[in-house]
């Protein structure tokens, strides 16, 4: 087991030697600090030597988990390989030193970078207008029903409820209850797609929006969008595209095609910038023409002459949502991928999604239970519910493929499958990655019938075993606390 740097502390280590005082003409900083700020009492800090601390927190980081060193195959999260010459031209200081209070005229550069990838995605979406503002994902959730908001409103009736599928990812209900709405659940129909007649029951003049990403949770193509489409519309609501699984149509169908009227972007799935780690990220959202006045302001846009410049000059704004114009190198890294790639290369984006999926699929679905006999996009749902009877559980699965040296898939959701694991192994996979993880899956389900204490107890090879993470969750230790021998 790792130790703690505290746990390595012996008194009288040091990482360097003091300079003596005498050895010097300026002040310590404590000596500058008024005495209200310095510590009475001296601090309990680690005594180790230099070495220790640079072996401990590099031991550490080589514990760390993520698509550089692992195949990381969390359903619906799209964690897919960043480029790294997207990482390298992003550190050139003429991208990184840029001030977003620089005048337009020194930021023509910046402002044509903002402009293109907008064009991009405005073309890949079927939408008509780009912002980048949004921090995040769930932000541009956020935002397209801020905007949506500002349209009812100005139309004379804010309205008061927004629907989403009984499989919509989390932050679907709450970006709608954080905007103000009470969240609707219509519920799934025994082809895992929107149950279109309850729908229908669930759609009154108070329906402000219907939120869905296509294809769905499940990684099951929604054949009714159109329909689905056409209704919201009939009740005069609009239909909000969550860009979740975006990757899995790319330059073959577009959601402004399908009827939507607002888009989120996530640029960490779909288009290769990093995903997670506290951000910053990059949540930029799509709207139809509609919708345009009542985006947040500046708008970056191109005089007749080619000069770029920020347009503030929409008065029904909802106004800002982040400073500034969104997180620029973010979208730097989004557009360097969008050029690598090309017309002809997103369109092969979406093809090996599909493609890695179903393969992956078609190696491990004997083992594994599937609860809708559909044709699966860039993800898929199967269920370990056939291990019941033996105590096993998709939690057992998920702990033993750590063992496997493999990350675990997302477990437990979608809600309405019970023991359920989320695979997407994305585009960005080969198939020697792809068929050792199916090896490992079909290793676990032959291990079960004869050891299924060897998953109960998994992993086995972590320097942590099983936690209690319910626990864990509730009891947070957030500092080092001495305790005396």
Excluded at 93 to 115: C, M, N, R, T, V
Excluded at 126 to 143: C, I, N, R, S, Y
Excluded at 205 to 221: K, R, S, Y
Excluded at 469 to 482: C, D, F, N, P, S
């Amino acid at each position: 087991m790792t130790k703690l740097i505290y746990e390595l502390s012996r008194p009288g280590k040091r990482t360097y030697i003091p300079v003596k005082k005498e050895n010097i003409s300026s002040k310590f900083p404590h000596e500058l600090l008024p005495s209200k700020f310095i510590r009475k009492k001296k601090a309990y800090l680690p005594e180790v030597s230099e070495l220790e601390v640079v072996r401990h927190f590099t031991n550490i980081s080589q514990l760390n988990v993520g698509v550089d060193t692992n195949f990381y195959p969390l359903g619906s999260c799209t964690m897919k390989y960043n480029p790294k010459i997207s990482e390298y031209i992003t550190q050139d200081s003429q991208f990184k030193d840029i001030h977003p209070y620089y005048p337009e005229k020194f930021s023509q550069g910046a402002l044509e970078i903002l402009y293109e990838t907008a064009s991009y995605l405005e073309k890949i979406s079927g939408m008509d207008k780009v912002t980048f503002q949004p921090a995040a994902g769930a932000h541009g959730e956020l935002t397209s029903l801020l905007v949506i908001r500002a349209y009812h409103t100005a139309n004379g009736n804010p309205r008061k409820k927004v629907i989403v599928p009984d499989s919509a990812h989390g932050t679907n209900p709450a970006s709608s209850a954080l905007a103000g709405y009470e969240v609707i659940e219509v519920r799934s129909n025994e082809k895992g797609m929107v149950d279109c007649d309850h729908l229908r029951e669930l759609m009154d003049e108070d329906v402000a929006a219907i939120m869905l990403t296509n294809p769905n949770t499940l990684g099951i193509f929604e054949q009714n969008i159109k329909k689905i489409a056409d209704l919201a519309h009939e009740y005069g609501a609009l239909l909000h595209y969550d860009g979740a699984n975006l990757n899995a149509i790319l330059g073959r169908v577009r959601p402004g095609d399908m009827g939507f009227d607002t888009i989120q972007f996530n640029l960490h799935k779909t288009f290769a910038t990093p995903h997670g780690g506290g951000g910053p990220g990059s949540g930029p959202i799509g709207v139809k023409s509609h919708l345009v006045k009542f985006l947040p302001v500046p708008h970056v846009e191109k005089k007749k002459g080619g000069a770029y410049f920020l347009n503030y000059d929409y008065p029904e704004s909802i106004g800002k949502v982040r400073a500034f114009y969104g997180n620029f190198l973010v979208v730097l890294k989004a557009y360097i991928y969008l050029r690598i790639l090309g017309e002809r290369g997103i369109f092969e984006t979406s093809a090996g999604a599909v493609l890695n999926a179903n393969y992956l699929l078609g190696l491990i679905k004997d083992k594994f239970d599937l609860p809708y006999n559909e044709r699966y996009m860039h993800e898929f749902v199967v269920s370990t519910k056939r291990y019941k009877d033996k105590g096993i559980k998709a939690l057992d699965v998920a702990k033993r493929l750590i063992d496997y040296g493999f990350h675990p898939p997302t477990i437990y959701f979608p809600l309405i499958v019970k023991e359920d694991l989320m695979i997407e192994p994305t585009e960005t996979e080969d198939r020697e990655v792809i068929e050792a993880f199916a090896d490992a899956l079909n290793s676990i389900a032959e291990e079960i019938d004869k050891d299924p204490d060897l998953l109960k107890e998994a992993p086995h090879v972590t320097p942590v075993g099983r936690l209690d993470e319910v626990w864990a969750a509730k009891h947070l230790i957030l500092r080092y606390e001495k305790t005396e021998n």
